[in-house]
């Protein structure tokens, strides 16, 4: 067994299972993320950056609930680069992403702003608001903006209380072939 899943699991089952600000834990959070992208076929690594997209508000030391107390964690860059170092970049550049992609469509999609969760929405301020029509061009000309986006996506409609998913076991084959493909 890979010892980075290994940790992940960990991870998850001791950050991952209290609720944050939203109505479902990480875990289940992570977990319905996970399951939309298999759903929607997307490829294994786009699976695993949406199973792994929030891994940074578990490992950072900002304590618990930062966004309420107006600090902004920056889970995506502290998640892309741990995940950077035993995935690579087809996993992490979409969890980095993750955030600019939230501001790219509240920037392009004048609807966008109304589906996002309270939470969502108050992350969005601290996060820097909607991307300016230079930051939208920039978005869209870098590389993974088009994963960033489905990614994104995934992650708003991964909200929901008592949803039945598969557990963290059923994506430990596809975690821990990404890895082993390093």
């Not at 618990?64 to 992490?92: C, M, Q, T, Y």
Request: glycine share 8%; net charge negative.
């Amino acid at each position: 067994m890979s010892e980075i899943v290994n940790e992940i699991e960990a991870v998850f089952e001791t950050h991952g299972t209290a609720k944050y600000s939203e109505a479902v834990s990480q875990l289940e959070h992570a977990l319905q993320c996970a399951t939309l992208a298999e759903q929607e076929n997307g490829r294994p690594a786009l699976i695993a950056a949406a199973l792994l997209h929030d891994i940074g508000h578990m490992l950072h030391k900002f304590g618990k609930n930062p966004a309420a107390r107006g600090i902004d964690d920056r889970h995506e860059d502290i998640g892309a680069g741990w995940l950077n170092r035993h995935f690579g970049s087809e996993v992490s550049e979409p969890v980095r992403l993750h955030v600019d992609a939230k501001r790219y469509l509240c920037a392009v999609s004048p609807d966008y702003h109304d589906i996002l969760s309270p939470a969502s929405v108050r992350s969005l301020e601290l996060q820097g608001g909607p991307l300016t029509s230079d930051e939208v061009r920039d978005f869209e000309r870098g590389g993974y903006a088009n994963d960033a986006v489905a990614l994104r996506r995934w992650d708003d409609r991964a909200k929901v209380r008592d949803l039945e998913t598969p557990g963290f076991a059923h994506f430990r084959p596809i975690l821990e072939g990404l890895e082993l493909a390093r």
